[in-house]
């Protein structure tokens, strides 16, 4: 439920002009023009310029951040937090995966979806998706390589990958996963 939505929120909405002067909109259009994101400094103007109630301030905070944040796509920060958010021990798997990849050259793109992070050239070559509390399945995109050694067929895992590596700690990421990677970045291009 909206906090919006709640009927005593509902009251303090309707009271807000007569109580501070300005209609919800209108402390809408302030707080945006300050550019301000955290909470606390956006309450400290309220009430410190403006000479608002606690409530009052902290019931405009909190609505204009929920709707505000609701407005907005994620950015690929969040999508990548969020992945890893119960799965903490996996974040160094993909760490070191960027981190190598970033290597390969200034042309490497990369693009945090929901649930995975695609790795691009002038065409997507891999994916790092974290697919369980305890794997991260590295897709990779070579048409035509055999599978042999960690590299797996990978077609029945995703179809935009032609093979897959499964990772399970960052000791994982070792010579021969680099150069899987390092092969389809330049297959890639």
């Not at 439920?1 to 807000?16: E, F, G, H, K, S």
């Not at 599978?147 to 032609?162: A, F, R």
């Amino acid at each position: 439920m909206l906090y919006r939505d709640d009927p005593q929120v509902q009251t303090m909405i309707a009271n807000l002009p007569e109580k501070t002067g300005k209609a919800l909109d209108e402390w809408f259009s302030i707080l945006a023009a300050s550019k301000l994101e955290r909470h606390g400094e956006m309450m400290k103007l309220l009430k410190g310029e403006y000479g608002m109630t606690h409530g009052f301030a902290n019931m405009i905070c909190l609505m204009y951040r929920q709707e505000t944040a609701a407005a907005r796509p994620p950015s690929g920060d969040d999508l990548v937090e969020t992945q890893y958010a119960n799965k903490q021990n996996l974040k160094p798997v993909y760490d070191q995966l960027l981190a190598a990849a970033l290597t390969f050259g200034s042309d490497v793109q990369v693009a945090p979806k929901k649930n995975s992070v695609s790795l691009r050239r002038a065409k997507q070559f891999a994916l790092i998706q974290p697919t369980t509390r305890t794997r991260i399945d590295l897709g990779i995109q070579l048409k035509g390589q055999e599978p042999q050694g960690k590299l797996e067929s990978g077609e029945m895992w995703n179809g935009m990958c032609s093979h897959r590596i499964q990772l399970s700690s960052a000791d994982d990421v070792d010579a021969e996963v680099l150069d899987w990677l390092r092969k389809a970045y330049e297959a890639a291009g």
